[in-house]
Antibody, heavy 122, light 110 residues
């Protein structure tokens, strides 16, 4: 069965960086993009961007351009999301999700990771 | 403020039929597929409806989606207590070149 298992909770100080992992299993990792979204406590979902495991190509939401880096390791079927220059506004649960459907205009997130809580506090 | 507009809350009684709206624009809902996600308390979102009106395997047929112009709707018939959750619509926005979510609707079953 398809599974996305994310790394554990992280705590960082303002100005630091955090790297969250998302290990995929149960399907061919290079056949589906991995997207990342986040959710602050009590708030809605916010899309951050994607990585194409086959090529390493990425696309980021403008809000996070210059501060986020999404990468992957095909040897371990793992996707990574690194966010730098953290502030308290970055405190949130970060989710990875498998993208099914080809074009962004047509597809959907059919499987999600369990989420990783990132807390930014001095 | 979210690009897609949903009512913040909705409520209904068991067995009732209820709809949740999602309003967008020509650059998102008007051109692209709408998906709906259900998020039970403390869990990750789950795909509920995709491509406007398609149900993934395992989703009860009590859930249905529709779209007209720049608005979409999620309908839940035969409301059950386990349907209490947050519901989010989502669509790609061609102008923003980004996936946009609605603000979410918290459904309460009375």
């Amino acid at each position: 069965q398809v599974q996305l298992v994310q790394s554990g909770a992280e705590m960082r100080k303002p100005g630091a960086s955090v790297k969250v992992s998302c290990k995929a299993s149960g399907y061919t990792f290079t056949s589906y993009d991995i997207n990342w979204a986040r959710q602050a406590t009590g708030q809605g979902l916010e899309w951050m961007g994607w990585v194409t495991p086959n090529t390493g190509n990425t696309g980021y939401a403008q809000k996070f351009q210059g501060r986020v880096t999404m990468t992957r390791s095909t040897s371990t079927s793992t996707a990574y999301m690194e966010l730098s220059s953290l502030t308290s506004d970055d405190t949130a649960i970060y989710y990875c999700a498998r993208f099914e459907g080809g074009q962004q205009q047509l597809g959907r997130f059919d499987y999600w990771g369990q989420g990783t809580l990132v807390t930014v506090s001095s | 403020q979210s690009v897609l507009t949903q009512p913040p809350s909705a409520s209904g009684t068991p067995w009732q039929r209820l709809t949740i709206s999602c309003s967008g624009s020509s650059s998102n809902i008007g051109r692209n597929s709408v998906n709906w996600y259900q998020q039970l308390s403390g869990t990750a979102p789950k795909l509920l409806i995709y491509s406007d009106n398609q149900r993934p395997s395992g989703v009860p047929d009590r859930f249905s989606g529709s779209k007209s112009g720049t608005s979409a709707s999620l309908a839940i018939s035969g409301l059950q207590s386990e349907d209490e959750a947050d519901y989010y619509c989502a669509a790609w926005d061609d102008n923003m070149m980004a996936l946009v979510f609605g603000g979410g609707t918290k459904l309460t079953v009375l």
